[in-house]
Nanobody
Framework: QLQASGGGLVQAGGSLRLSCAGS????????MGWFRQAPGKEREFVAA????????YYADSAKGRFTISRDNARNTVYLQTNCLKPEDTAVYYC????????????????WGQGTLVTVSS
C-alpha cells in the first residue's frame, strides 16, 4: 500500500514537499514515480526515480522545479515541488513498479490514493 501526503493550498511561487510512504511490503527494489491529474484532464507523468535513487527522470513541466528523492530505509519517496504555478494544480499520485524510470504509466503496479495540490494565483 502507498500513502501519499503533503498536498495543500499554496500561492504561486510557493513550495510543497509531497511524501509517499509504503506499507505492507518493501518498495526498495521498485522504480517509484509521481503522476498527477488535473481537473478534466488525463493523468500524466511527473517524475520517476530508480530503486537506488541513482537515476531520475522528469517531465518537461517538472524539470528545474521539482525534485524526486527516496529513502529506502523509510520505504518512502518524496517530491519536492518549488516555484509552483496555478497549472500545477492537480491530484498527485505516487506509484511503484514501472521497471525502468522511463516506463509508461500502465507499467506501474501499485498506486497511492493521491494528495491534492492547489496553487492559487
Amino acid at each position: 500500500q502507498l500513502q501519499a501526503s503533503g498536498g495543500g493550498l499554496v500561492q504561486a511561487g510557493g513550495s510543497l514537499r509531497l511524501s509517499c510512504a509504503g506499507s505492507g511490503r518493501s518498495f526498495s527494489s521498485d522504480t517509484m514515480g509521481w503522476f498527477r491529474q488535473a481537473p478534466g484532464k488525463e493523468r500524466e507523468f511527473v517524475a520517476a526515480i530508480s530503486w537506488s535513487g541513482g537515476s531520475t527522470y522528469y517531465a518537461d513541466s517538472a524539470k528545474g522545479r521539482f525534485t524526486i528523492s527516496r529513502d529506502n530505509a523509510r520505504n518512502t519517496v518524496y517530491l519536492q515541488t518549488n516555484c509552483l504555478k496555478p497549472e500545477d494544480t492537480a491530484v498527485y499520485y505516487c506509484a511503484a513498479g514501472g521497471g525502468s524510470i522511463w516506463a509508461p504509466m500502465n507499467n506501474y503496479d501499485y498506486w497511492g490514493q493521491g494528495t491534492l495540490v492547489t496553487v492559487s494565483s
